[in-house]
């Protein structure tokens, strides 16, 4: 779910995370205006913050975006993505060139994927149908400090600045810019004290259309090759049902450092080798540990913006929006949980994997070569219904 596509920081350097005006919301009889303004911010921000988890919008969305390639990455993609208010999705690549015209389609139930290359179509349970937000806003109180700093224009659109900065030092302050009468995810950055915010992914146009034309929300599969993957998901504490089908144990570490906690277990069974997927989060920043026993052996590297490790017979990959020192740290917890100190390093290893950003789900089985395939564009966050 991303794309190349170079382009300049330079414009968002002279913003930092940390500037801005508090906005004056009201009084009260209880509470100096001061006192009552910083509540109510703090509400105001954290309402648009779970607008803007959400996984249904309002109203249909049309826009193209820019998605950083990799976290740290200096490259980007360009992306049209259509969401409808039904809650189903379409993204296709725009730019690069290497990576144009790859397709998603999520209708809340299945998730479809083409790659032009090979002429591929790959059908796998939707992740969308579960819905997280109540789970993650939980985090996000314990996790973050959300103020509302400002208010300025994102893609046309009046947009709130709310920014996340972290109980832990050592994670990055989070700018989100949302639409404030759609809760539409107009940009994210990130950005340390003292530092220039990074742009992370940005939308250049965006559209609410009444209406979008039929067929937009599907995959015309004529003359290619489709694969079916399955999985079985379920939360952390029902690790020991998937023994059987894994042929290992699920690694699951009772603590996780920076506040993470687990999300869901996502088994695949049907790739070769079978390979669990490890959601977890800290409420906005998200990642995928894979596990599975042994590692093919390849001259492919393991993919960009991923750590790999081995303990004993299993091999763990990170994938996730977060810097590569937090990405260690917490697969070191991964390993530590598998009551092993085996060597630490970097095997040649042919798999797949995802970018977190608000991501769906693996796109490819585990034993796609990854120099084949795209990282695909992650679900845009918008205005939940509820």
Not at 73 to 87: A, C, D
Not at 256 to 285: C, H, K, M, N, Y
Not at 295 to 300: D, H, I, N, T, V
Request: include cysteine; proline fraction near 6%.
């Amino acid at each position: 779910m991303r794309i190349l596509l170079l382009t300049s920081l330079m414009a968002a350097a002279a913003i930092t995370c940390a500037q801005g005006r508090a906005v004056p919301v009201g009084g009260g009889q209880n509470e100096s205006p001061k006192q009552l303004r910083l509540t109510d911010e703090t509400k105001k921000a954290q309402e648009l913050l779970r607008m803007a988890m959400g996984r249904v919008p309002i109203y249909n969305v049309q826009a193209i975006i820019t998605q950083r390639l990799d976290y740290s990455s200096p490259l980007f993609q360009q992306i049209k993505v259509q969401i409808s208010k039904e809650g189903k999705l379409h993204q296709i690549i725009l730019a690069p060139l290497d990576y144009q015209g790859i397709e998603l389609v999520d209708d809340g139930q299945k998730m479809w994927t083409y790659t032009p290359d090979d002429k591929r179509v790959i059908v796998q349970p939707s992740a969308r149908q579960d819905e997280d937000v109540k789970f993650r806003m939980k985090l996000v109180v314990r996790n973050y400090t959300i103020r509302l700093e400002r208010r300025e224009k994102v893609a046309g659109r009046d947009a709130a600045i709310v920014t996340a900065t972290p109980k832990d030092d050592d994670l990055e302050t989070r700018c989100y810019a949302i639409d404030e009468n759609t809760g539409f995810l107009l940009r994210l950055e990130t950005c340390k004290e003292g530092s220039a915010p990074v742009l992370h992914f940005e939308t250049k146009m965006v559209q609410f259309p009444d209406k979008f034309a039929k067929g937009t929300f599907e995959i015309n599969s004529a003359f290619v090759t489709t694969e079916h993957y399955d999985r079985k998901c379920v939360g952390p504490e029902s690790a020991n049902d998937l023994v059987d089908e894994l042929g290992f144990h699920p690694v699951v570490p009772n603590k996780l450092p920076f506040g993470f906690a687990v999300q869901e277990l996502q088994a695949a069974t049907d790739s070769r080798p079978t390979a669990l997927a490890v959601r977890i989060t800290d409420g906005l920043a998200k990642a995928t540990i894979i596990e599975w026993e042994g590692g093919r052996s390849s001259k492919a590297p393991a993919p960009q913006g991923t750590i790999v490790a081995n303990s004993g017979r299993l091999t763990l990959l990170i994938s996730g929006d977060m810097p590569d020192d937090v990405k260690d740290r917490i697969l070191r917890a991964f390993v530590q949980g598998h009551h092993q100190r085996d060597a630490w390093k970097l095997p040649d290893v042919t798999l797949s994997w995802v970018q977190e950003l608000r991501s769906n789900a693996e796109a490819f089985s585990i034993n796609r070569e990854p120099g084949r395939v795209a990282p695909t564009a992650f679900s845009l966050p918008v205005a939940n219904q509820d």
